[in-house]
């Protein structure tokens, strides 16, 4: 199959991305050989746009990905972000300072071992800094070509607005899932207003809503998803009936219910751009059929009806993680 592209602002991208978060360790232990050849792979299927960022594993996930596409440039559309930051001890600060933004620039282009950063995104909103400041500096590495296009993740309906009226925001990256829809009711809109592209990450819900994850004993002692209510307690429970509805669906499609859960992301408009993130070939060859699916209009209602906004238990981050998006 060929691959369709999809445009985020005027930057064209395959149809959908892929997440590469947990080819470092988050998601349990990841191996470095599988994770370099799914990058490799993504590119031989046509996936184009590839997603990083500088908080993830303390930057060895742009390094991981900058020894991925070295000698391949060119077949990549190569997104990362900055301002989640990460100490060390375990403390987390978000900073958007327009003096940072040069710093945190210059060591990703370092780490990716690129010239220029395809697209650029504010990874979380300082609050303490007006938007307008930091979207001003991240202009400035545009007309240094240092960055090709802007991006901005997690913002509010009117830090959106406020972002792009001081440049061009090609994409807004927010969660958007069958079981997290609330970016259905003003931020799509926006987007289709303005131009703005959709980057909708972790598609899958973690992957739990490809029906791999019935209990938390299949996760490693390591792996965060531990921590997140979704996957905890009474939630856990009440999540899966969901999943069970769309396993059902699936099967009627003659899918899987991660080709089902993306291909219905494709439906809703055309900006949105799904974002799987996976560390092994077999899931991203899985994920990369969603594309070709057409399900059918009976597919797609029951799914709006199984999962209406708000359908799942527990929020999809803890708390100290739930204050830092929508900002």
């Not at 913002?155 to 970016?183: G, K, N």
């Not at 029906?211 to 998803?225: A, E, H, K, W």
């Not at 799987?276 to 029951?302: H, M």
């Not at 993680?321 to 900002?327: D, E, I, P």
Request: hydrophobic letters at 40%; charged letters at 25%; proline letters at 6%.
């Amino acid at each position: 199959m060929s691959m369709t592209t999809r445009r985020l602002g005027t930057l064209e991208v395959s149809a959908i991305g892929l997440g590469c978060m947990s080819m470092t360790p988050i998601y349990g232990a990841p191996d470095e050989g599988e994770a370099i050849a799914t990058l490799h792979r993504a590119a031989e299927l046509g996936v184009t746009l590839v997603d990083s960022s500088d908080a993830y594993a303390f930057g060895k996930n742009e390094e991981l990905v900058g020894r991925a596409i070295k000698g391949r440039r060119d077949r990549y559309v190569v997104a990362t972000k900055f301002g989640n930051v990460r100490h060390p001890d375990g403390k987390q600060e978000v900073v958007g300072r327009p003096d940072y933004v040069p710093q945190a620039c210059e060591a990703s282009l370092k780490r990716l071992g690129v010239d220029v950063i395809d697209l650029y995104y504010i990874h979380r909103i300082d609050t303490s800094v007006p938007i307008e400041e930091t979207v001003g500096a991240m202009a400035r590495l545009v007309e240094q070509g240092k960055v090709r296009h802007l991006g901005i993740s997690e913002a509010a309906p009117q830090t959106l607005r406020r972002a792009h009226a001081t440049h061009p925001m090609a994409a807004l990256q927010t969660e958007y899932s069958l079981w997290t829809r609330d970016v259905e009711s003003e931020l799509l809109p926006i987007c289709m207003e303005l131009g703005i592209g959709f980057v909708a990450y972790s598609p899958l819900g973690r992957g739990f809503l490809t029906g791999t994850v019935p209990t938390l004993d299949v996760l490693g002692p390591t792996d965060r998803r531990r921590d997140m209510p979704r996957f905890q307690g009474d939630n856990i429970g009440h999540n899966l009936q969901l999943v069970n509805k769309l396993q059902e669906l699936a099967r009627n499609e003659n899918c899987t219910p991660a080709q089902l859960a993306i291909a219905w992301l494709l439906s809703r408009r055309p900006l949105v751009v799904p974002l799987p993130g996976t560390k092994q070939r077999r899931w991203l060859e899985e994920n990369v059929k969603a594309v070709a699916l057409a399900p059918s209009a009976e597919t797609l209602a029951a799914l709006d009806s199984a999962f209406p906004a708000g359908a799942a238990k527990g929020t999809r981050y803890p708390e100290p993680q739930m204050k830092r998006v929508g900002l």
